[in-house]
Each structure stands twice: as structure tokens, then as C-alpha cells.
């Protein structure tokens, strides 16, 4: 029995019309790829009920979710039963007999990676592949998590690139059509925000709405984040499942140091570039193979400067559920400091415009990276506030300002000992004008009695010269 139409179909209407130009080859050969969640069963389930290939396959099109096959003889089994035969041992032989000898047939492969990628199948996996390929009337569509086409397939060209976010229009067109219009449009806009433009996010997402809607939704991720959409038993209806499934492939775990970088990325909205990767000096020898890893699976994505990032559906995920070690922070906040000091002697100087680039590229990663350290038991609590007063510098020569990092600090100062970070940071504070300061009074005292202990001239000018009226 054929899967049914998807009933809800916007903002992949170019990808169906570049699928369908295939088909105008007499053997089509057709892979798509992407990211789970990316609808990639959806868009291959309109292909097959399109009307143009309903005329041209009628009755002989088939659709095999390849989720439970572990081997290449459970792949042909799966086939041979929606082909009508008996249950045997290996019906490879059987199945290409068949195919070869009927009329011209469409064989979807839904999420064949499950039997790809283990590296004791793939081989005889491609091989089969590579067998069904030889067959002249038939039209073969395979959908797979990642950016990775199987080997031994002459692939139809041009290549079908891996499926991204849906556009901001259609994936606003896609969430209506579930949810209805009636809510606050800027409350969508802010449900969608959390989706990435993800389809299957979306899907999820605009059906919680439907039922509770976008006031409740957005409250409950406050508390719950990828949980709110996360109840179902399937990939297709519960997303943690679905990135689950991406985070323990093989092409991951033989890779293991690739789920440490992706936790990483959980807390960088800005991503991390080649260089960044490298000069951060990570505990991982394989930094650039982990990179690559991501990359294959889809968990993570190149934007359009090259940098490393995740979507926002796996960065919540990852930072619920497998945040980054201090030990994996600790580099990147070191390398964003010595910016900082390199920044801070350069200011003004034709020299400076580069670190400011760099500083920019990241500055949701530093507001993060510090954040992460404003605790009163964290280790570099007195690190992270120092680091904060550096970044208040940057902040005021660049007009803005991170009310958040200063607040948390205030609250975080009685549970500090060391004299010279309070210090700094209550003379970045006052010197920058953008920020309102509640008891400023109280604060300069306070800064006084710690000043007293520093014996720093520089330091005290500095905030002599901020406090003046």
C-alpha cells in the first residue's frame, strides 16, 4: 500500500520541479538529501502521487521505508514484500528478476541510511544498488539523512543539492495552514524563530499551536524547550527522536569527538569558522574530521561566510541534553580574550578594523561563552567577569550593550573575592553611559574599599575620571 499524499505542501515547490525535469531521463537515478527534519519523505511522497508520475508508472510504484532493514538481504526483503513475494532467506535475485522483467517501475528507498551506513553493510548495500541501477525500466529515488550519495550509482546530473530550510514565506505559509491565521502574526514570526525554518519543527510546532496556542507554546519552550514538540513515537513525530537517530550513526560515532564539537556549537549562534576552530586549540587532535562529520550528516551546516553552526532545534537539543564541558569552553573563551587584549592595544590603530571583524562574527558566541562562567561556584567566575569588563569596552566603541551580562554580574560581585576583576568591571560600568546602574552610589563605595587593596594608579584614574559628574 502506497503512504498517502502529504496534505500540507508549501516551499518546496522548486525542489518537486527540479525532481520531475529528472524524470524526463529514461532512467532516472535521484537522491535526496538533508538534515533529519528536513521533509525529505514528504517531498519524495509528492513525487510519487504527482500526476505526471502516476500517468507515467500508474499502478507500479513503490514505496519502501527502509527503517527497519540492517542488512542488504533485509533491504531486499522489504522490497520483495511490497512486490508480492514470498518471505525467503535473500530475495536479491529474486527482486532484480522481477524488476527487470516488468513493466517500467518507480522504487522509492525512504531513509536508506538506516542500511547504508553501518560499515558492514554499505559495501554489499551499494552493490545491490549498483545491480537495481542496471535495470533500464526502472526509475529509482532514494531519500538519506546527511549530504552523502552512495557509491557505485550513476547519480541523474545535475546533482539534486541537499534540501535547506524552508523560506521565511513558505514556512509561514506551511505553520498557517496548519494553525490557522487567527494568532498574533508577531507571536508566529516568534514560534518560527525556534524552528529554524525547519519543515518537520514547523509541523510540530504549528500543530501544538493549534491546540494550545502561540501564547502557551512559547511559554511552555521557556520551560521545555525541544520537549514541547518531542511527544510522539517516530522520527516524523517527535524531533529529539529524529536528532537522536542522526546523533548515534555511524558516521558520527566512529567520529566521536564530533558530538563534543556539535555541544559546542549548542551555545554559538554565531557558529565558528575554519580558523577559529583551529586557533582555539581544542582538546580534539581531529578538530577539522569532526567537522566533516557534521557536515556529512547534516547535524550542522556551512552559512554563507563559511562558518561552522547548527539549527536552532539541534542547538536547544544539545544544550539540554549534552552541553559542553568546561573543558571544551574553556579554549574558545581564551581565544576570544586574547582578542579582546589585542583589540583593546589596537583601538583606534588602521590595525584594529580586523579584530573588530572577528569580535563582530562572534559576538552572540562571547556573550555565551561568558554567560556560561557566571556562576558563583564556576571556577572562572573571576576570568569571566573580567572578561566581561574587556567585552564592555568593545561594546561601547561599537554602540552597543549586553544588559544581561551586567545585571547577572551585579547579583554575582558579594560571591567574588578577587579584588581587581570587581574593580574593572565597576570602572567599565561606569564609564559606559548606555547602562543604568541601580545604587550607584553604594557601588562607588564598594570600589573605593577595593581599590584601596589593588595599589593600581592606572586603575584608579580610570575611575576617578568615570564617576565625575
Not at 519523505?41 to 510519487?48: E, H, N, Y
Not at 556549537?265 to 557558529?271: C, E, K, M, R, W
Not at 547548527?310 to 574558545?332: C, N, Q, S
Not at 554567560?371 to 566603541?397: K, V
Request: proline share 6%; with cysteine.
Amino acid at each position: 500500500m502506497l503512504p498517502a499524499e502529504p496534505k500540507i505542501f508549501h516551499g518546496r515547490e522548486s525542489e518537486l520541479a527540479d525532481i520531475l525535469k529528472q524524470f524526463e531521463h529514461s532512467t532516472p537515478r535521484i537522491s535526496i538529501l538533508g538534515a533529519g527534519g528536513m521533509g525529505k519523505t514528504s517531498l519524495a511522497q509528492a513525487v510519487l502521487h504527482h500526476e505526471e508520475i502516476v500517468i507515467k508508472y500508474q499502478g507500479n510504484r513503490l514505496f519502501v521505508a527502509c527503517d527497519t532493514a540492517a542488512s542488504k538481504a533485509e533491504l531486499a526483503g522489504l522490497i520483495g514484500a511490497h512486490l508480492g513475494m514470498k518471505p525467503g532467506k535473500d530475495l536479491t535475485q529474486a527482486v532484480l528478476f522481477h524488476l527487470s522483467e516488468g513493466p517500467p517501475t518507480l522504487l522509492i528507498l525512504d531513509n536508506l541510511e538506516t542500511v547504508w551506513e553501518p560499515a558492514e553493510s554499505r559495501k554489499e548495500v551499494e552493490e545491490f544498488l549498483s545491480l537495481l541501477t542496471d535495470i533500464t525500466s526502472l526509475a529509482l529515488m532514494i531519500t538519506m539523512r546527511g549530504a552523502e550519495r552512495p557509491s557505485k550509482v550513476q547519480w541523474t546530473r545535475p546533482f539534486l543539492p541537499s534540501l535547506e530550510p524552508l523560506a521565511q514565506e513558505a514556512a509561514c505559509k506551511v505553520f498557517i495552514a496548519i494553525a490557522e491565521d487567527r494568532h498574533p502574526m508577531e507571536e508566529i514570526d516568534q514560534v518560527l524563530s525556534l524552528t529554524d525554518n525547519m519543515p518537520l519543527s514547523i509541523n510540530l510546532l504549528a500543530h501544538a499551536v493549534d491546540v494550545e496556542g502561540t501564547t502557551a507554546i512559547l511559554s511552555r519552550w521557556q520551560r521545555e524547550h525541544t520537549l514541547v514538540i518531542s511527544e510522539g513515537y517516530d522520527r516524523r513525530s517527535n524531533l529529539e527522536l529524529s536528532i537522536l537517530l542522526s546523533l548515534e550513526s555511524p558516521r558520527i560515532t566512529s567520529t566521536p569527538h564530533s558530538q563534543e564539537l556539535l555541544s559546542l556549537l549548542s551555545i554559538l549562534p554565531d557558529g565558528l569558522s575554519d580558523a577559529e576552530l583551529k586557533q582555539s586549540k581544542f582538546a580534539i587532535q581531529d578538530i577539522l574530521d569532526c567537522k566533516r562529520a557534521l557536515l556529512r550528516t547534516a547535524l550542522a551546516y556551512l552559512d554563507d561566510h563559511k562558518r561552522l553552526k547548527a539549527l536552532v532545534p539541534i542547538r536547544e537539543y544539545m544544550a539540554k541534553f549534552r552541553p559542553p564541558r568546561d573543558e571544551m569552553i574553556r579554549p574558545l573563551f581564551k581565544h576570544f580574550q586574547e582578542l579582546l587584549q589585542v583589540y583593546a592595544v589596537d583601538r583606534g590603530k588602521q590595525s584594529s578594523a580586523l579584530y573588530v571583524q572577528r569580535l563582530t562574527s562572534n559576538y552572540t558566541n562571547i556573550q555565551n561563552i561568558i554567560q556560561n562562567g557566571l556562576h558563583p561556584e564556576h571556577p572562572d567566575l573571576a576570568d569571566s567577569i573580567s572578561g566581561t569588563s574587556r567585552f564592555m569596552r568593545f561594546d561601547a566603541d561599537i554602540g552597543k550593550y549586553a544588559p544581561s551580562l551586567v545585571n547577572k554580574i551585579l547579583h554575582l560581585l558579594p560571591h567574588l573575592e578577587d579584588h581587581w576583576a570587581k574593580a574593572s568591571f565597576a570602572v567599565r560600568l561606569f564609564g559606559n553611559p548606555t547602562y543604568s546602574i541601580p545604587h550607584p552610589e553604594t557601588l562607588i563605595t564598594q570600589t573605593l574599599e577595593w581599590l584601596k587593596t589593588l595599589d593600581d594608579p592606572n586603575l584608579e584614574g580610570m575611575f576617578t575620571f568615570s564617576v565625575q559628574p
